[in-house]
């Protein structure tokens, strides 16, 4: 494994130009795209594709096309989860997500980070990524889009068009942008 790899999957500032995050990205596409390409009765090819380009895929799981990542191999999905139609998931670092997990339709989990006051850096394209977890049984609406180093907890509920900019605990209604904790579940 490389260092530029290796700089990604510890979290630190890495390129993303490096030969083998690039034979890796295309890797992920090129499954993506056979996924993306298969009909409504292929299910059965779909588990197998996704079985390939995901860290984890629990049982009773499903994800309907169109379905894009960067990796695919830092991502984990649980039992029964769900994840509908234009979900992007930026996987520079893990993505877990939990047991029993709905996700609506263009849901966005970012896990890449780019530097904010080093102009120069940003503009030589070195990037970081913080890791994204979503607990058990947690739903959310269309179009919310969670941000790097966030965590969801078990059993919460975000709002459709939110934007998680923050943790979320257990057993909660969130919403917004920047979503907050509107009430108690």
Known sequence: MGEQKQRMLRGELYRDSDPELVADRRRAQRLCDAFNRTEAEQEQRRGELLRELLGAFGAGSWIMP????????????????????????????????????????????????????????????????APIRIGDNVWFGGGVIVCPGVTVGDDTVVGAGSVVTRDLPDRVFAAGNPARVIRSL
């Open 66 to 129: 169109r379905f894009q990542c960067d990796y695919g191999f830092l991502i984990e999905i649980g039992a029964n989860s769900f994840l509908n139609y234009d979900a992007i998931l930026l996987d520079c670092a893990p993505i877990v997500i939990g047991d029993d997990v709905s996700i609506g339709p263009r849901c966005q989990l970012l896990t890449a980070l780019h530097p904010m006051n080093d102009h120069e850096m940003r503009r030589k394209r070195w990037e970081s990524a």
